[in-house]
């Protein structure tokens, strides 16, 4: 089974930058593929980023040319890079494997995830 830990989260002010990472420990092709999801506070849940075996990646449009999903073979890892944070960036995030895709995106395919770590603290200072 995969299991998954995000990390990297901390307090940026506005414009800032910062680099998330999901180790995925028992991750193969066979999973499909990493997700990014976050969780603002008193909202729902939103899929942000998703990067498939292949390398295919699908953005949410609130963070498409902003943010980055990149897959490291090497380290185990699916990172995210993100640039020009804003306040409303500010959330929980969490990396997610055992699906496909992300909700609620145009000409998209979604499918569950079934496995999730813990997520890390992003907070944007304006």
């Known amino acids: 089974e995969v299991q998954l830990q995000a990390s990297g989260g901390g307090s940026v002010q506005a414009g800032g930058s910062l680099r998330l990472s999901c180790v995925a420990s028992?991750?193969?092709?066979?999973?499909?593929?990493i997700a990014w999801f976050r969780q603002a506070p008193g909202k729902e849940r939103e899929g942000i980023a998703c990067i498939d075996p292949t390398g295919r990646t699908i953005y949410a449009d609130t963070v498409k040319g902003r943010f980055t999903i990149i897959h490291d073979n090497a380290k185990n890892t699916v990172d995210l890079q993100m640039n020009s944070l804003q306040p409303e960036d500010t959330a929980v995030y969490y990396c997610?494997?055992?699906?496909?895709?992300?909700?609620?995106?145009?000409?998209?395919?979604?499918?569950?995830?079934?496995?999730w770590g813990q997520g890390t603290l992003v907070t944007v200072s304006s």
């Open positions: 997610a494997a055992g699906g496909y895709g992300l909700p609620r995106v145009k000409g998209g395919v979604y499918v569950q995830y079934k496995s």
């Open positions: 028992g991750f193969s092709r066979g999973d499909d593929a």
